[in-house]
């Protein structure tokens, strides 16, 4: 029996009028406001849409209407366009507390990729621990979509987090400038935010989404505890009370403070995402308040 995608149809649809917002002006590159998304003259048509209401009715295939008596948008396309590209954690720290850091990165990532192919944006996708893996290529239109969330359920998590060997090799491998969105939850021992500076600092528009368990930022645990680092195996007691844990859930509030201001810095954007967040709600809230979409 077949596992079920990732999203469903009904949910998929309604994702059908955002799209992927940068900031910055790419030298040779469409850019801006993303004004190359909507239809105009001299463009390449390339795929279709369903209508929504408010939608320009000069780009309304008639005759696809008058076959199928239901309202298509039809797509355009101009070249050269801006790279988008999606790095998702895979290191051990996202199968902690169930794995379901994990899996709601892989859907949050696949919700992201249809806006893009929806609107006819390449969007190229890597797993990363403490290196790239996992390359998918997610272009062509909405069609592409089941490949590309099949790909992404494929995706097997595991290793240890060095942000900063991951974002090295890509810097190596991606000299185009664009918008790279890191789904992860920023846990690296060695620390991550020289590695998110070097992005910045060699141009790209950071989209930072940080996805964390209800349990990672309020241990819910009190008295003598074990803990196992997920990733290293490294074992430490503590005596946790509420004490600690109001100082621990204060520290991780400080963090996420630190990985927004470093974002918005050099034009970029952030959101906190907690996994008992329904993905509805932070992508018709979180993100569209972050200007992440539109």
Known sequence: MAAAPLLDRDFLE????????WQ??????????NASRFSGPGQEFLDHRNFHHGDDLRAVNWRAYLRLEKLFLKMFQVEPRVP?????????????HGGGKFE??????????????????????????NRLSHRILSTG????????????????????????????????????RGVVILIADFLDD????????????????????????????????????????AETGA????????????????????????????AMRSGGRYAGISTAQPLEDVIFGDLIRTRGIA
Do not use: N
């Open 235 to 262: 074992a430490l007691k503590v005596d946790f009370d509420e004490g600690a844990r109001t100082r621990y859930t204060r520290a991780f509030d400080e963090y996420a403070m630190d990985l927004q201001k470093l």
């Open 104 to 129: 709601y990165a892989q859907k949050l990532a696949a919700a992201l990729c249809y806006v893009g192919l929806v609107r006819l944006d390449s969007i190229e996708i890597h797993g990363f621990s």
């Open 141 to 176: 239109g909405r069609h592409r979509i089941s490949s590309v969330m099949d790909a992404l359920a494929a995706l097997q998590p595991g290793g240890r987090s060095d942000y900063l060997a991951a974002i090295r090799e890509f810097i190596s491998d991606y000299s185009q």
């Open 14 to 21: 309604k994702l059908e009028r955002l799209t992927i917002h």
């Open 84 to 96: 988008v590209r999606l790095l998702i954690d895979a290191s051990s720290s996202m199968t902690s």
């Open 24 to 33: 910055k002006s790419f030298a040779g590159l469409v850019g801006g406001h």
């Open 190 to 229: 060695g620390g991550c935010e020289k590695a998110l500076q070097y992005l910045t600092d060699f141009g790209h528009e950071l989209m930072l989404l940080q996805v964390w368990a209800e349990q990672d930022r309020t241990p819910p645990w009190l008295g003598e505890l074990d803990l196992r680092d």
